[in-house]
């Protein structure tokens, strides 16, 4: 058990989110002020005092290492800038040199903890810094190691390539399906059983095209142009061919997109029908996930497809014509080790998709599986996992141009997207960088307006799919004011 008490500073959440990485696999408490560690095995304490801070490491109670740091330090303008509140890092720099000091374990990503790391080389390049300049200076700020700092700087690159050419007064559209032929263990999407949900789709179906027509109309009076268009869920696929070929042919009739992607996703609710379905419409990028080519895992994670189906599934889509499909990838699936990923990422070597993209796994703190520990892949195998993605991607001439992070993530570590040159998704940047408006159609669609760079608004469509059919009437009321109001 780890204490945690932080005295007299107002970011106690993310100082308790920093000492987790630390402590990924052990229960951590928030102690009163006038609470001791003696019942602890480890305790830190944060405490501002008079002109600066004082950080402690506890074992049972007693100190063993220690930290006064001076807060009148120069802090440099680069860092003024850059960051609302400059002793914020200092401090967590502090705590994160002492844990690593007292846990032998170095965190890939230092002291960063937000979701979207690639805007800070983003915000290096506008100060003017070179990459390698830019680099050094995260590195030492928030003690990110290198080999990450460094892709940072290769995504904002590529994603600059695709932003650049961001149509002028431009939207990009996400349609969910929010079902599944089965809940994976590790979701947390939210989405529902498709066995369960038969009964109500082709209504479904009519809902999200009604929604589309809808929002059509005032957009076109807007002057504004459709970008993307990307069918995710959930699982697109898990519909059947005549209801999937409704949605796509209903949303296409009234918006005619330069990229057109669908997340199939489960190659067990893909056939051939299907795949017509998508060639018919238009479908240019298509994403078959394996997760892992290890069958045993597929069975314990509740997915019903085996590795041969995804192999099947693959050249199936390869002889239909489809010549952009990337594949999705979770490293640290319970049970497996740094041999059953590498023997996952040496089939995607085989199968030779135009993408991949190596996400770690996540898991609720509380959730079920987080208490099966032993089965699960450690920091230093997470690690390895990754950087053997990374390795895979250079030796298959892809590169990495999207990449974002999660909390509770295994090891501490990033998801990112690897492609071929050219074959980069756009939606995806999009979709991270937010800096182009979205429409969110279907049950759980989130809409964004871009008003400028600091300034997202959002509209949000009911989760459940019953509800939001339901009240489809009024999700088009509440959708149609937003984008009035918005664009
Ligand atoms: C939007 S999800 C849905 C894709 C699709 N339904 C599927 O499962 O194949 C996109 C990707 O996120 C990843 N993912 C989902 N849940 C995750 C979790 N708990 N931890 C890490 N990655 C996860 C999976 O690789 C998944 O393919
Ligand atoms: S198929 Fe994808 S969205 Fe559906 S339950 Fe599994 S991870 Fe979640």
Redesign the pocket.
Known sequence: MVGFKCIGCNFNTELFEMLLIYFERHEVATLADDRDFTEYETGLSIEIVDGGYVVSVCEKGQVVASQKVDESKEVSPAVKEMFVAPIKNSIKRTCATLLEQYTKYKAPWGIQTGVKPVKLATMCKRRGMADVEGADFLAKELLIRQDKCEVLFKVAENEHKILETTPQNSYSIYVGTPF?PTI?S????G?YPIGAYKACVEQYVDSVVAEARAAAKVLDSKGLTCDCVYF????PTSIEASQMDRMMSGVLEVFSPKELTC????PDSINEEKLAVMRKNGVDRL???P?TMKAETLRRIG?RHTPEDTVRIYELARSMGFGNINM?????LEGETVEDFENTLSWIKKLDPEGF?V?????KRASKLMKDQGARADAKQMDAMVDAGYALAREMGMEPYYLYR?KN??GNLE?TGFAKPGRFCRYNVLIEEETQHILGLGAGAVSKAVKDPVNLERCFNIKDPLQYIADIDGQIAKKIDFLKKMY
Not at 328 to 332: R, V, Y
């Open positions: 599944c994976c590790y979701c947390s999407f989405s995710g869920g959930g699982t997340e199939a996703g489960r994403a078959i996930n997760q997915r999705d990838l979770i490293a640290g993209t996400h770690s796994l996540c898991l999660q993530a295994s998801n």
